[in-house]
């Protein structure tokens, strides 16, 4: 796979003013090499050839150019209440917020809020006006290019879940993913896009951090001075949820979240990263309506600042039994748009596979087998790890050194299951030291093919019983005949 590591030249960028000719000026909110979608100031959008747009001077109007009492108006559909006037102020009262009895109004700083004399003011979400577009307005012009943060694992401007059980490593991989984009380099065959990162982490302190990362960076032929792009938020030890329900029901970001976000803004990173989703999300995991909230939330500052969204999750007993890698509602799969699942190798403990459950922009099924190797993942040339052969020798020698002493007592031990099955046998030998029988059993075949242990058969034609022998001692037991 492979991905281009800078970000498309273009002459504007997200949130930047234009004048896009005859349909007026307006803002930029999407923006690829060819092309820009522009939120016009009249109220509508269009997809507009970056050589058809000029800077434009002109500021943007407060709220889409509704004026107070027209955005109460709004206000008022969605918690009812009466609009009351004063000489220069218009509030909404006897709205309904959350069950709660409240006055509505628009603040100095031009943002609603509700009030009551018991709590004060609290910011109040304001609906915004939909924005209809004409496809026909498309017509001539290119078609946007898809943006990755990595091509066919991780879309820009989206949440892609990633998923693991506890102790896999998934907070590694994602670690070392962005910590690559950070340092600009390629990690396991993959090219991050390359720039800012911010990584919110909210199980581990910041030592283990300061340790994965030396590891990760020494791994890449990198110093941590290289990762002068990564921003960590290391929250092992403080309450980190993002968003919460409030009485309703409905999802709340907390102000954790709105500082978050604000940082973000500011920084402008390429990959955000939430480890993990249960230290984070405040809502019943299993009520799907909350679930898509907190994504469409997380999706939302994804689109606004123009970057990739990682969210790091535990899968249930039964999403680890089945292999899909979910945990509680449906509603995190089918919320995100690119879903990976992690998994560990049962025969050799360093061993991964990363496997892409979920694209709606791309192929699903396709595989990474990674291994671990020094504090970081590298990519699986199917060779047994230096840990997996240091067992497997181990395991080899321990059959020859006990299968001898065996021989030697008049124990024979047989190379088919039955009761003196040979790894069977010395795996319950005290010299086994803790051995199990399948690996003796791996091991018998290896013997046999490497010619370190042979099967003979004796006894008379009638009763033919076949039984292992250490090689070099039966041709000792030749000669000495």
């Known amino acids: 796979m492979t991905n281009s590591t800078a970000q498309p030249s273009a002459p504007f960028k997200i949130g930047d003013r234009v004048d896009t000719g005859a349909c007026g000026a307006g803002t930029v909110i999407e923006v690829s090499q060819s092309s820009a979608v522009v939120e016009l100031d009249k109220g509508d959008r269009g997809n507009f050839g970056l050589t058809h747009l000029k800077p434009s001077d002109t500021p943007k109007p407060a709220n889409d150019n509704l004026n107070h009492r027209e955005r109460l108006e709004r206000l008022q559909k969605r918690y009812g209440g009466t609009l009351f006037e004063t000489g220069h102020d ?32 609290r910011p109040l979400d304001e609906p915004q006006p939909l924005g209809f577009i004409n496809p026909a307005a498309w017509h001539g012009e290119p078609v946007p290019d898809r943006q990755w943060y990595i091509d066919g694992l ?13 102790g896999v490593g998934k907070s590694l991989l994602a670690l070392q993913i962005a910590a690559a984009g950070a340092m600009s380099v390629e990690t396991l065959g993959l090219a991050p896009w ?20 030396a590891d990760i960076a020494k791994a890449h032929d990198r110093t ?97 039994q089945s292999g899909s890698g979910l945990s509680g509602s449906t509603g995190w799969s089918n919320s995100v748009r690119s879903r990976l699942y992690l998994t560990a190798d049962k025969e050799d403990p360093d061993r991964r596979v990363l496997t892409n459950k979920k694209s709606n922009y791309g192929k ?9 190797q020094d504090g970081a993942f590298v990519v699986d040339d199917g060779k047994p790890s230096q840990a997996a052969g240091l067992l497997a020798r181990r395991a080899e020698d321990i059959f020859v050194a006990v299968l001898s002493k065996l021989n030697r007592q ?29 690996d003796l059993a791996a091991a018998m075949q290896r013997l046999l093919d490497a010619g370190t242990i042979c099967i003979v058969e004796e006894g008379p034609e009638s009763r033919k019983r076949k039984r292992l022998l250490v090689a070099s001692e039966m041709f000792q037991r030749s000669d000495s005949n």
């Open 224 to 320: 941590l001075a290289d990762l002068f792009m990564f921003r960590l938020l290391p929250m092992a030890d403080m309450d980190a949820l993002l968003s919460v329900p409030d009485k309703a029901g409905n999802m709340r970001p907390t102000p954790l979240w709105q500082d978050l976000t604000e940082y973000a803004a500011e920084w402008q990173p390429k990959l955000i990263v939430l480890d993990t989703a249960a230290d984070l999300y405040g809502g019943d995991e299993i009520k799907r309506g909350q679930v898509r909230q907190f994504i469409a939330m997380l999706r939302k500052l994804a689109i606004e600042i123009d970057c990739a969204i990682v969210l790091l999750s535990h899968p249930s007993v039964q999403g680890m």
């Open 410 to 438: 008049g124990q024979n031990l047989s190379p088919s299951p039955s009761a003196t099955y040979g790894p069977k046998v010395i795996a319950e030998h005290a010299d086994a030291k803790g051995m199990s029988k399948r």
């Open 90 to 121: 218009t509030r909404l009262h006897g709205a309904t917020v959350d069950g709660e009895a409240v006055s509505i109004g628009i603040g100095t700083d031009n943002r609603a809020f509700f009030y009551t004399p018991k709590t004060g003011r």
């Open 364 to 372: 699903t099924g396709d595989e990474i087998k990674l291994r671990w």
């Open 194 to 213: 390359a720039g800012e990162v911010l990584y919110v982490g909210a199980e581990d302190e910041s030592d283990e951090f300061h340790r994965r990362l």
């Open 154 to 166: 991780i879309p820009m401007r989206q949440v892609t879940l990633l998923s693991g059980d506890g």
